[in-house]
């Protein structure tokens, strides 16, 4: 099938290139705009405790007023606050509020600290139902604005914070990190395909393809969010860009180095790239599908973040396929050679190369190789015993410097770490009755009694008086570890019991978001990752014909995951003192590390299979496979390695550490599991590897094995002795 589909490219390139960009000219024109959000509580299904509190208050309480932000105001010179002080603070409000900044219901200046260190002014703002309006963060920025002229002539300084005021940071920010990783994304790979291949043209090969068909899989994946009401995380553009140069990178790689090793055999540019199609297309296609099934199992996430986020990966993996097996062919068969100009290396194959004796220490000794690597895997894993989830993904991806965290920190000196984001409680009648006062009263007594509460406000009653509402500030930041354990283990527990006969209770508010996050992604685990790995192992098995490989193939990637996890732990909490890794990192990583890491795992095991199938045995085929699929694989990791290593580039603590992560888990993938770990154990496991479907039998039977070279002789020699 690649064989003919390989004739048919060669044979028509000028048509394909013409459908590409007549196609990409079609969807970018007709696609709606990709949007994001960084609402969690948006991501959650309904059936949970935060999602039908946040429905109480709508219903009940339709007009209770939004904290959209808090202005936080201190002396200039660090004193106490004076009453003079409170009085700048009242009219600095009351200016404001008189200013009419659209979607600003509300500047209302709140009591002094007790240390008399700080006081708040509450900014109310209607309730966001729309993710993609940023009404609010306009009116924040109209605030700012506005405020540093109010305090010209006081003793005041102030800032704003809150959760406008962090997600106009956060904008600001990612419109930043946007631009650093795609420049970076691109510097990196021109800079490391010069250095491999020594050939501008190949530089600009990937830039150039990729940059068509970016845009278009961007189209597509905002076409389907719309079409089936999707929702996208805000990291999606960012990891978009890193997927579509660093995975079409990547398979751009796999075909330019067998097309180059079929010229050293002497093949002419046109057969030579029908044999590279021939040789990598089922290779490519395979590595593909398992990056998408594993991507498509996201879909099974109970997140709508994480449901949106596996579609759009596969749709980009899926558009840079059809690239790789069709666009890319068709473009390097009408350049032939000229594609390695100025450099000649295409015309002779390196002796002596770091894989090339890699190869050869493999074949010689398979079983030192396979416990080292595993070894050296199982060592890192264990650094994932102290992992810990942080659910903040807008206060602990800003960097500290921003308005919103400085003034986050300055309200923390006078108030309950809980004062932005308060929790809600809403006590409800069954029945249709009343809540009376006293049964409000002693609800209220029972709440300000849990430890880990600050401070309960008196109950608001709705107009129907069948709910009442409580305004708890917890005495830990609402996404600490500590907030999370109150509102768990305590506050939940303390309101379900303290309801009154014929009454329910329900906590809601972003910490409460945030444990029901936590116990969504507790189940995600349980049903997402075995998913993808049977899906993985199947596609291995029909590929392999095997239900041996698949297994250790498997284990290789869980072992490469255990160490990716291990080593982020190690470097972001232990030695970076951060409170924990995104929450949802562990899913990420996973799918990444398992799905990319089984792209090299299936390149490396196809090279064993071709290798097995000239007539060499397990050990010469393993040594010879690490000489000719090494450098492929080496080179496929460092770039794609790199364009993730650009998302440290942001400046934002989540992106460094998704970025970190999936740098190392590819480095991980290319150099330890597919060079080394793949190779050696099935070196060791031999022709059982393949059964039943023994599809390292030579075809067309008989025949004699291929003459080996200086490496593989000394590999092979070095076997026979044992």
Known sequence: MFSGLGRFVVRRPWWIILAWVVVAGAV???????????????????????????????????????????????????????????????????????????????????????????????????????????????????????????????????????????ALDESDASERAGLLVGVGTIVIIIALLLVIFRSPIIALLPVVLIGLISPMATGLIASANKAFDMKADSSIQELLTVVLFGVGTD?????????????????????????????????????????????????????????????????AVFVTLLAGLTLVPAVVSLLGTRVFWPSKSWQREPHGTGFARLGTSIARRPAVWAIVSAVFMGALTLGALGYKANFDLAGSSLPKDKESMVAMANLERGFPAGTTDPTSVYLSSSDDGPVTERQAAAFRERLADVRGVGEVAAPRLSPDRTTASYSVVLSDPPASDRALSTVK????????????????????????????????VDRDYSVVFPVAAIAIMLILGLLLRS????????????????ATLGATSLIFQQLGNQPGLMFMLPVIMYLFVVALGTDYNILMVSRLREEAREGRAPHDAAGTAVRHSGPTIGSAGVILAGTFATLMLAGNSTLSQMGFSLSFGIVIAAFIMATVFTPALTALIGHAAWWPGHGDEKRNGGGTPPPPDVDDKRAGDATRTR
């Open 547 to 562: 239900l041996v490989a698949p297994w250790y193939l498997m284990l290789s990637v869980a072992l490469g995951f255990g």
């Open 489 to 520: 283990d305590r506050l939940r527990p303390a309101a379900h019991e303290a309801a009154p006969d014929g009454s329910r209770a329900l906590v809601g508010g972003m910490t409460a978001v945030y444990v029901d996050i936590n116990k969504a």
């Open 28 to 166: 970018i024109s007709l696609a709606p705009k990709l949007t994001s959000s960084s609402d969690e509580a948006s991501f959650l299904p309904d059936h949970y405790e935060s999602i039908r509190a946040a429905d109480v208050q709508e219903k009940d309480f339709p007009k209770q007023r939004n904290i959209g932000a808090i202005i936080v105001f201190e002396r200039s010179d660090g004193e106490k606050l004076t009453a003079a002080d409170s009085a700048d603070v009242g009219r600095i409000s009351k200016d404001l509020q008189a200013k009419r900044i659209p979607d600003v219901q509300a500047v209302v200046p709140g009591e002094v600290s007790p240390n008399k260190l700080v006081q708040t002014s509450v900014v109310a703002m209607p309730k966001i139902t729309n993710p993609e309006d940023t009404s609010q963060q306009d009116a924040v920025e109209q605030l700012r604005s506005d405020l540093g002229p109010e305090l010209k002539g006081t003793d005041l300084s102030a800032g704003i914070t809150g959760s406008a005021a962090q």
């Open 251 to 315: 398979y751009i790689l796999f075909l330019l180095f067998r097309y180059r090793e079929a010229l050293r055999a002497g093949e002419d540019p046109k057969s030579g790239m029908v044999h590279a199609v021939e040789r990598v297309g089922e290779a490519i296609t395979s590595a593909a599908g398992a990056v998408i099934v594993a991507f498509a199992a996201l879909t099974l996430s109970s997140l709508g973040m994480l449901r949106s986020m596996g579609p759009a990966l596969a749709i």
